[in-house]
């Protein structure tokens, strides 16, 4: 199962995802590394994280993106300075400790300064999550394998049929394993599907996947509610008709669904030939929200947390 080390993937026991939670998971795996010694981290002038583990001194470098050009690189190479006036010549080669992958550029530029500087890419702290589930799981939202035999059931249900004269057995070789973070649950899933499969037939896949309500009507509340669904992958948006082989996903790309409740009048107004929509997140307000609103959105939310709850617990057993 591969790790990836960014958000909404890595997520702290405690607090939120930053350079600080970051260099404290990095001390919790260095301290099972070497149980010798009790890591102590020290906040630098620089804004960096070093961490003290014995002779060893380790810096510690986060990317809220997982990208190296999210890299905080001047500040990095300010910390590095500041590690090589004070290094001693008889210390060990400090460590850079990454959940990015720096660049050639980056590595060019760092190794400049400290010539024998290790670098301790996503790739180390990946294998150290191997090696240490029980303390690393933690720290990260939980995966839920999708078998096959169910993804196809529900792509079935769905109606998503990719054209049979498409989908070759090279395509196939070239499957996409996705790490899918919905906001509307906590675990991870872990689907593999055609790179042939569109953003919008996945999102109708998941859809069945979860049995998530329809557009609903509310007749008391003379509410109609639905959900506006979307994909997200490395902070863009993704078009609905775009394949998935196009969006150039990694297996450390961000891939995120969201599920927004979306409300009109059941009645239109005389005075408006338009439906008036209004957005559980507070935006697209045509005009204030009512108390009847209030109550569709809970009821409807109330169907969308059971209908997840029940899909979650069929996928687990």
Not at 70 to 90: G, Y
Not at 219 to 239: G, H, P, R
Request: proline share 8%; glycine share 2%; with cysteine.
């Amino acid at each position: 199962m591969h790790r990836i080390l960014h958000p909404p993937y890595f997520r702290p026991p405690t607090g939120e995802p930053s350079a600080e939670t970051w260099a404290r998971f990095v001390a919790a795996l260095l301290a099972l590394q070497h149980p010798e010694h009790l890591p102590e981290i020290q906040l630098l002038d620089s804004a960096q994280e070093l961490i003290r583990i014995g002779p060893r001194r380790c810096l510690c470098v986060w990317s809220h993106t997982g990208r190296s050009a999210e890299l905080p690189d001047d500040l990095v190479q300010k910390s590095l300075r500041h590690m090589a006036s004070r290094r001693r010549s008889d210390s060990p080669p400090p460590a850079l400790c990454c959940n990015a992958d720096p660049s050639d550029t980056q590595r060019a530029r760092y190794r400049k300064i400290i010539s024998d500087l290790e670098l301790l890419t996503p790739r180390h702290w990946i294998s150290e999550c191997a090696r240490f589930p029980a303390a690393s799981d933690p720290w990260f939202r939980p995966i839920i394998p999708i078998p096959d035999t169910l993804w196809q059931a529900a792509a079935m249900a769905a109606n998503v049929r990719l054209r049979e004269t498409r989908l070759t057995l090279l395509n196939w070789r070239k499957a996409i394993t996705l790490q899918i973070a919905p906001r509307f649950c906590d675990p991870i899933l872990q689907v593999t599907v055609s790179p042939l499969t569109t953003v919008d037939q996945l999102l109708e896949t998941l859809i069945h996947l979860f049995k998530m309500p329809g557009s609903k009507t509310f007749e008391e509340d003379n509410c109609v509610v639905k959900l506006s669904w979307s994909l997200k992958y490395a902070d863009q948006n993704a078009l609905l008709d775009t394949p998935l082989q196009k969006l150039r996903i990694t297996p450390e790309t961000a891939v995120e669904v969201d599920a927004r409740v979306l409300m009109r009048e059941l009645h239109r107004q005389k005075e408006n030939s338009l439906d008036v929509i209004y957005c559980a997140d507070g935006t697209w307000q045509a005009r204030s929200r009512s108390e009847r609103f209030n109550t569709a959105e809970t009821k409807f939310r109330t169907l969308m947390t059971n209908a997840c709850s029940h899909a979650l617990q069929q996928l687990t057993k």
